[in-house]
């Protein structure tokens, strides 16, 4: 029998994968290839040429040496959630590892082990029945693998750190085959890059991941027409930059929808929405979400006492799959008048009802982990702002993409510098080098260089082992 990291020749490729993968197959043709092979963002309609849906690492193994004796292009599916849709392309092969979803809890030691397929409600549904949480994004049917290895800011963010903060370890199986376990102790160059680095270095088959004690959070957001929202926002921006640890506090520019406690006069219509969450003793939430409402008062309130699971789940309803997203995303220098004024304008502009723009205050436990623990990037950065635009119909792809577009470049003037990994898509060359900063990307493709020196792994924002 041949040895798994044996050469597989071109002529053999299709035998050695028949032989070894013992997982599903699904190719174009089959019953389930249309529904396995969409992801969430339905502007990606791409035809993979086989999905190898790997239900271990031992058959992401197989499925990325064939797919390099085939020469074909690989692409990795960890959740499909990704805006730019790196997950499939065409004449592919799509390594899925939506089959592989265990979370395994250890309590007692503040970690869980999640394997590469988890979405964030897989991981939440194991950790919460402990009290616990990883904390991770705010849509709970996004991939952890995605969301982890770019970064993964969330409601957490500033109390506990991102995501990629919280990996202790993981399986990776690289480019040539082989599985290794990074580590603080073993391959801990490796482990450093999987924590920021987009993904592009292994496919990760399992995560550990360090838990953090959580409990009911009380959660205050209050509407306010267009007209009162530039008093409201420098409101916000004195809150947001005062607050502490326990409190998050987020904005959103958007059409106003048909909830109740929603006055019948807003709705329909461009409005501000500003939200904090308190995550200390919940009796004390009202004491300390109260401020941010204190001196511009809000058309109207809707205050709840939630689970954390139900934080998580909030936005689930708000972005389902199959629509058309495209998202463009920068970090601000500030929230001042000049800022403000611009993403107001671009509110008036939003032309589907989907849309919105979001941004918040960052800093917090983001800044404190040391640059050198991690590849993530523009730890310092004060302000994220997301401008994401949503749309059913393919007819208005472009006018929807200019609108999202055209609101990051407004705002240039007072652009911090870099991006969020996690939400790059059709760039400009270089722009990836420029997320990371030249000693960071250096770093990173000396690492690619080691680890995947054919850039087999290069679906998605790729660091290139040609980099010097």
């Excluded at 239900?55 to 805006?83: E, I, P, Q």
């Excluded at 909030?314 to 601000?332: A, F, I, M, Q, V």
């Excluded at 911090?416 to 900063?437: I, M, R, S, T």
Aim: include cysteine.
């Amino acid at each position: 029998m041949t040895d798994l990291l044996d050469p597989v020749s071109p002529d053999r490729a299709e035998s050695f994968l028949t032989d070894h993968f013992q997982g599903v197959l699904v190719r174009p043709g089959d019953r389930s290839y249309d529904e396995v092979r969409a992801v969430w963002n339905g502007m990606h309609d791409r035809k993979p040429e086989l999905i190898a849906r790997c239900t271990g690492a031992a058959d992401v193994s197989v499925a990325l040496r064939y797919a390099v004796a085939a020469g074909r292009a690989v692409t990795v599916r960890g959740g499909g959630h990704n805006v730019a849709g790196t997950a499939v392309s065409d004449g592919s092969v799509m390594i899925d590892l939506s089959l592989m979803n265990r979370v395994d809890v250890d309590a007692g030691a503040l970690t869980a082990r999640a394997q590469g397929g988890c979405l964030l409600r897989d991981v939440d549904s194991a950790t919460l029945a402990h009290g616990l949480a990883c904390p991770a994004g705010v849509v709970s049917h996004t991939g952890l693998g995605g969301l982890a290895l770019g970064g993964g800011y969330g409601w957490l963010a500033r109390k506990w750190g991102l995501t990629c903060d919280h990996i202790v370890a993981a399986e990776v199986v690289l480019a040539d085959g082989s599985i290794v376990e990074a580590t603080e102790d073993d391959h801990a160059e490796l482990l450093w890059g999987l924590r920021g680095s987009g993904g592009n270095l292994g496919v990760v088959t399992r995560f550990t991941l360090r838990l953090r004690p959580v409990g009911p959070v009380h959660h205050r957001t209050g509407v306010f027409p267009l007209a009162d929202a530039a008093a409201a926002l420098a409101l916000y921006r004195e809150f947001a930059e005062r607050q502490g640890p326990d409190l998050h506090a987020v904005a959103t520019l958007k059409i106003a929808g048909q909830q109740d406690w929603i006055p019948e006069r807003l709705r329909g219509t461009p409005a501000l929405f500003l939200t904090a969450t308190w995550f200390g003793e919940s009796a004390e939430g009202p004491e300390h979400t109260a401020p941010l409402f204190a001196t511009a008062a809000p058309d109207a309130v809707l205050t709840r006492l939630l689970s954390f699971a139900e934080l998580q789940a909030l936005g689930d309803h708000g972005e389902p799959h199959g629509n058309r997203y495209y998202t463009k995303s920068c970090y601000l220098t500030d929230l001042t008048e000049g800022p403000v004024g611009q993403l107001l304008d671009a509110t008036r502009e939003i032309a589907s009802p989907l849309s919105a723009i979001d941004f918040e205050y960052l800093r917090g436990a983001i800044g404190d982990v040391p640059d050198e623990d991690s590849a993530f990037p523009r730890r310092d950065a004060p302000y994220i702002c997301t401008v994401s635009a949503q749309w059913t119909d393919p007819a208005e792809d472009a006018g929807h993409r200019a609108w999202s577009r055209r609101g990051v470049e407004r705002l240039a003037e007072w652009h911090f510098g870099g991006a969020y990994v996690n939400y790059l898509q059709d760039e400009q060359p270089g722009k990836v080098a420029e997320v990371y900063g030249s000693a960071r990307y250096a770093r990173l493709a000396a690492l690619k260089r080691r680890y995947d020196p054919e850039n087999v792994l290069s679906g998605n924002q790729n660091i290139s082992p040609a980099a010097p």
